[in-house]
C-alpha cells in the first residue's frame, strides 16, 4: 500500500481502518464497538474491549517463545554500566513488583506517581502499575518538589515510587529528599514511597512510609496480569499548559496500545527483534511511548539510556551506543544533534564507529531547523525524519511514514499527516485556510486511537482548551501551513508554551513565580530564540518602587527561585531589570513584541502601544545584557 491509499482509507472507513490494527493485538475481550462516544460525545475506542499493556509488553512474547530475547538494554555512560535485561527476566522482576505493590494495598483504579532517574527500575516500575491496574503517572525528575507536590495532589496517588538519586553529567542529585519535600508541601499524602536505593552515595532520609524496593521485590510472588477495559487510563502525564497548574492528560489502554503497535511498523518501520532506541526520558511522552511501551510492545529490544548527548564523557556517545548496541531505528531531539553539532562540527567522532546497524533517524520535540537536518544527513547518510506530535496526541500526527513508503523529504517539514489525523489548517473564526496560509493547526475529530481520552478530572479545561475554540476539532496549539502538495510545516506555538532543549515549559507559570518575588511589582517571561536549545525563556522585572535591592541581587534571586520552584530543567538564566513593560493603552503587555525585539526580528509597532519610546528602552537593556540577537 502507498501513502495515498493508507490515509484515504483510515479516514473515510476509520473504524474497518482500526478494527483491524486493533486485531494485531492479543486482547482478553476482543472489541466489537469500535468507536463509541463517552457522555459528553467525545469520542472513545475499542469501548468493550479487555486487554493488559504489561501482557502486550512482556508476557504474550514469552508466551510466542521470546523470552530470552534482550528487552531492554541499560545504557549508563554517567556509572558506565551497560546491563541487559531478557523479556524472561523483565517478567520476573515486573510481577513481583507488582505483587509487592498489591501486598502495599494499591489496586486496580489506584494511581501512583513515579519519580525515577532514567534506570531501569523507572521501566519495570511502570509495567508493575500497568499489570494490575494501577494508572501511573511519571514526573520528570528534573522538577522539584513544589512541581511534584502540584502533580501529586491532582493525581492523589496511594504510593510514590522513587530511587535514591539520579546523575546529571557529574552532580549526584538526591531524589529521596526531593520526594520528602514534595510530601510536605502536597495536601494530598501518599500512604507508601518505595525506594529503590541505586547505593551512589545518595542521602536517604528514613520516613515512616519508606518501603526498600528491592525487599519489596524480594519479598513478594509473582503476580499475573489483571484484564482492564480498553478505556482504563493507563497513565496520565502532567505536561505546560497556558497557566501555572500543569495538564494531566489521560491515555487509555486499549487505542493507545493499538496505535503504538501500529506506529511503531507504519511509521519507524521497525520490525520485530529489532533494536529501537529513544533517546528520552521516561518523564516524557517520549519516553512513554518510545522507550517503554511502543518498542516492547512491538517486541523490540529498547534501549534506556542514561545520560547527554555530550559531555558524558563527549560527544561521541551518541555514535558509540549505536555502534555497541547495533540500534536499527533510533529517535531523539534535534537540540541534542545541534549540542553534538557544536561540539564535533566535522563529525570527527561519527568517523570512528559502525554506524551501519543505523537505518532510519527520527527527530521531533521542537522544530527541526534545515542546518541541522543538512549537517545530520552530511555525516550520517541515512534518512533523518523530522516528525510532529505531543504529550497529547501520544504518537505522531504528522511525520513520512517509513514503514508505509519513504515520501520525499522538504526541509522544514515534518511530512504529511499521519494515517487516523485529519489535519486543517484554520484562520481565526475557524475558516479553512488555503495551501501556504499560516494558521491553526487543528484535527477533525474523531482523534485516532491512541490520543488523549481527557484532562485528569478536569473535564472543563479539556473542553476549553481543546475543544471549544473549533468545535467538532481538536485545537493543537500549534501554528503551521500545508503546502500544496499538503506537507504541513510547523511555525510554532500560539500560546505560552515554550520548548526548551525539547522540554516543553510554560512562561504564563514561570511569570507567576517569578511575580511572586517580594521586589518584582510586574513582570513578563517569553520565549527566545536560541541556537542550542531552540528556545529559552527570557524574564524582564520591573522592581517595585521604592524597593532598594540591588539589580544583581534581584536577577539572582530571580533565578534561584525558578531553579527552586519549577527545577533546574527550567533552564531560566536570561533576567533583565527594566522600568517599565510595554503595554497597549488598555495595559496589556505585548510580548509578541519583546520576542521580536529579542530575536532580532522585524515588526509592526502595535497601533495601540502606549508609549513607543519603551521599544528602545528595551532594545537597550537587552543590548547591555548581551541576550538573543543582540549576543
Ligand atoms: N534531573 C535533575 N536535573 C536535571 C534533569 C534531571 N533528570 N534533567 C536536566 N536537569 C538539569 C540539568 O542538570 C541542568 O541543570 P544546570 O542548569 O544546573 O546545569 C538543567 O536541568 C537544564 O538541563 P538540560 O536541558 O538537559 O540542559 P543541558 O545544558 O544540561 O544540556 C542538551 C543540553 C541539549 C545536551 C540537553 O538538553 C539534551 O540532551 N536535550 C535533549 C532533550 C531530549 O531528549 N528531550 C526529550 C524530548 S524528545
Ligand atoms: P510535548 O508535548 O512536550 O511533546 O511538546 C509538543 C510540542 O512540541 C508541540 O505542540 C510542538 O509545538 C513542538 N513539537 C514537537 N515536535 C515538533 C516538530 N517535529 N516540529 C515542530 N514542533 C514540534
Not at 512491538?298 to 561521541?316: C, Q
Not at 544527513?377 to 541515512?382: D, Q
Not at 468545535?471 to 520548548?499: L, M
Not at 522600568?579 to 496589556?588: E, V
Request: proline residues 5%; contains cysteine; glycine residues 8%.
Amino acid at each position: 500500500m502507498n501513502y495515498c491509499d493508507i490515509y484515504n482509507k483510515s479516514i473515510t472507513s476509520s473504524e474497518e481502518f482500526w478494527k483491524d490494527q486493533a486485531n494485531q493485538l492479543e486482547w482478553y475481550n476482543q472489541p466489537s464497538n469500535i468507536l463509541s462516544t463517552d457522555t459528553n460525545g467525545y469520542p472513545l475506542w475499542f469501548a468493550d474491549g479487555q486487554l493488559n499493556a504489561c501482557y502486550l509488553s512482556v508476557d504474550k512474547h514469552i508466551q510466542d517463545g521470546y523470552g530470552e530475547q534482550v528487552a531492554i538494554i541499560y545504557d549508563s555512560p554517567v556509572t558506565q554500566t551497560v546491563k541487559k535485561y531478557t523479556f524472561n527476566e523483565v517478567k520476573t522482576e515486573v510481577a513481583k513488583l507488582a505483587g509487592g505493590l498489591l501486598s502495599l494495598g494499591l489496586e486496580k483504579g489506584d494511581t501512583a506517581v513515579i519519580y525515577m532517574p532514567m534506570i531501569p527500575q523507572a521501566a519495570f516500575a511502570m509495567l508493575a502499575c500497568a499489570r494490575i491496574g494501577v494508572t501511573h503517572s511519571v514526573v520528570f525528575g528534573g522538577f522539584a518538589p513544589h512541581e511534584l507536590a502540584i502533580r501529586i495532589d491532582d493525581c492523589e496517588p496511594k504510593a510514590i515510587i522513587t530511587a535514591s538519586s539520579g546523575i546529571e553529567i557529574d552532580r549526584l542529585i538526591a531524589y529521596k529528599p526531593l520526594v520528602d519535600e514534595a510530601i510536605e508541601l502536597a495536601n494530598h499524602k501518599p500512604e507508601k514511597v518505595v525506594v529503590f536505593n541505586r547505593k551512589l552515595g545518595a542521602r536517604v532520609p528514613f520516613k515512616k512510609y519508606d518501603v526498600d524496593y528491592e525487599a519489596l521485590v524480594y519479598g513478594s510472588e509473582e503476580t499475573p496480569c489483571i484484564p482492564v477495559n480498553a478505556t482504563h487510563p493507563l497513565y496520565i502525564l502532567y505536561t505546560s499548559g497556558t497557566t501555572g497548574k500543569p495538564k494531566g492528560i489521560v491515555r487509555d489502554t486499549g487505542g493507545y496500545t493499538t496505535a503504538l503497535k501500529f506506529s511503531m511498523q507504519h511509521i519507524y518501520d521497525a520490525k520485530e527483534g529489532d533494536v529501537f532506541w529513544a533517546a528520552s526520558d521516561v518523564g516524557w511522552v517520549v519516553g512513554h511511548s518510545y522507550i517503554v511501551y511502543g518498542p516492547l510492545i512491538n517486541r523490540n529490544t529498547t534501549v534506556l539510556f542514561e545520560g547527554k548527548p555530550i559531555r558524558t564523557p563527549d560527544a561521541s556517545t551518541f555514535w558509540r551506543v549505536i555502534a555497541e548496541h547495533k540500534i536499527n531505528v533510533m529517535f531523539t531531539a534535534p537540540t541534542a544533534i545541534r549540542a553534538i553539532k557544536k561540539e564535533d562540527p566535522n563529525g570527527e567522532f561519527i568517523k570512528q564507529y559502525d554506524l551501519s546497524s543505523l537505518r532510519i533517524q527520527f527527530l521531533a520535540g521542537e522544530r527541526c531547523d534545515v542546518a541541522t537536518l543538512e549537517w545530520y544527513r552530511e555525516h550520517v547518510p541515512i534518512p533523518a525524519i523530522d516528525h510532529w506530535w505531543q504529550t497529547e496526541s501520544g504518537w505522531p500526527m504528522i511525520a513520512n511514514m517509513m514503514g508505509v513508503e519513504y515520501l520525499p523529504i522538504k526541509p522544514g517539514s515534518a511530512g504529511k499527516a499521519v494515517t487516523g489525523y485529519d489535519i486543517r489548517i484554520f484562520g481565526e473564526n475557524g475558516q479553512e485556510l488555503g495551501p501556504n496560509e499560516e494558521g491553526y493547526v487543528v484535527i477533525k475529530l474523531p482523534l485516532p486511537p491512541g490520543t488523549l481520552l481527557d484532562l485528569w478530572k478536569d473535564n472543563e479545561r479539556f473542553k476549553a482548551g481543546y475543544l471549544n475554540k473549533f468545535p467538532g476539532y481538536y485545537f493543537s496549539g500549534d501554528g503551521g501551513f500545508k503546502d500544496e502538495d499538503d506537507y504541513i510545516f510547523i511555525t510554532g506555538r500560539v500560546d505560552d508554551v515554550i520548548n526548551v532543549a525539547g522540554h516543553r515549559l510554560s512562561t504564563a507559570e514561570m511569570e507567576e513565580i517569578v511575580a511572586s518575588h517580594h521586589s518584582v511589582a510586574e513582570c513578563a517571561v517569553i520565549g527566545i530564540n536560541d541556537e542550542l536549545k531552540g528556545q529559552i525563556p527570557l524574564a524582564l522585572v520591573v522592581a517595585k518602587s521604592g524597593d532598594t535591592v540591588e539589580k544583581f541581587q534581584l536577577q539572582h534571586e530571580v533565578v534561584q527561585l525558578v531553579r527552586e520552584k519549577i527545577g533546574a530543567v527550567a533552564a531560566l538564566r536570561d533576567v533583565v531589570v527594566v522600568q517599565r513593560l510595554p503595554k497597549t493603552r488598555s495595559g496589556k503587555i505585548l510580548r509578541k513584541m519583546m520576542r521580536s525585539i529579542a530575536d532580532g526580528e522585524n515588526f509592526q509597532v502595535p497601533s495601540t502601544i502606549d508609549d513607543e519610546a519603551i521599544i528602545d528602552e528595551i532594545r537597550e537593556v537587552l543590548e547591555e545584557a548581551k541576550i538573543g540577537s543582540f549576543k
